[in-house]
């Protein structure tokens, strides 16, 4: 099945390499960092370089990085902060400073394969990796309508502000944020169904299919 291709700058220099390369560059950063033990960390800011010069090599801006990041970083800080507490006193600074390295890494990780693999690359390589066909579907399904969810998303922001929501104080705006999330919940699942129903009605066997 078809999936959207991802604008990608003209002069991203990691976008002629083998898309079977750029995935398992990606991977192999990950699954490096995340086997590293905490006393390491040099190697995995070793390895945040490399992903630095990735980014420089695919044109990615500071800013892009920064705005795409920020949330996630401070999500992770504070998760990191919030497990101190579980840790004997003499490790818990060397094993916060790890995490969040080895979670930078791989948000520097996904963010570069973003940038130089479009959605068909990578459907293309799962497959020829032989994964199974049912996670190349779900992926699929993800990648296509992870915009759609956003868009409908947006809809229900706008028709809360519609109804006087900017005014809410701070808590009321968290109240009215997580009703969004439970009424896209709801959709996201009637959408499912309807469209799970229709590919049944149309002969779908399961068997992922693409046009390479």
């Known amino acids: 099945m078809p999936v959207d291709a991802a604008p990608v700058r003209a002069e991203n220099l990691c976008r002629a390499w083998p898309a079977d390369l750029k995935l398992g560059l990606a991977l192999t950063a990950i699954l490096v960092v995340g086997c590293l033990s905490p006393e390491h960390w040099p190697a995995s800011l070793t390895i945040g370089v490399l992903l630095s010069m990735g980014h420089a090599l695919a044109g990615t801006s500071l800013l ?66 032989r994964v199974p066909g049912l996670l190349i579907v779900m992926t699929s399904f993800l990648l296509r309508y992870m915009i759609v969810l956003w868009e409908e998303h947006e809809r229900l922001q706008r028709a809360q502000l519609s109804r006087g929501a900017g005014s809410a104080y701070r808590w009321q705006r968290w109240n009215l944020a997580l009703e969004r999330l439970g009424l896209l919940l709801l959709r996201s699942l009637d959408r499912s169904e309807r469209i799970h129903r229709a590919m049944l009605a149309r002969g779908w066997d399961g068997t992922p299919r693409g046009l390479e």
């Open 64 to 129: 892009e990085i920064y705005q795409r990041s920020v949330w996630w970083l401070s999500t992770l800080v504070l998760l990191g902060v919030a497990m101190w507490f579980s840790l004997p006193t003499a490790e818990a600074g060397l094993w916060l400073c790890a995490f969040c390295i080895r979670c930078g890494v791989a948000l520097l990780a996904g963010l570069w394969l973003m940038q130089v693999l479009s959605p068909q690359e990578f459907l293309g390589t799962l497959r020829r990796w």
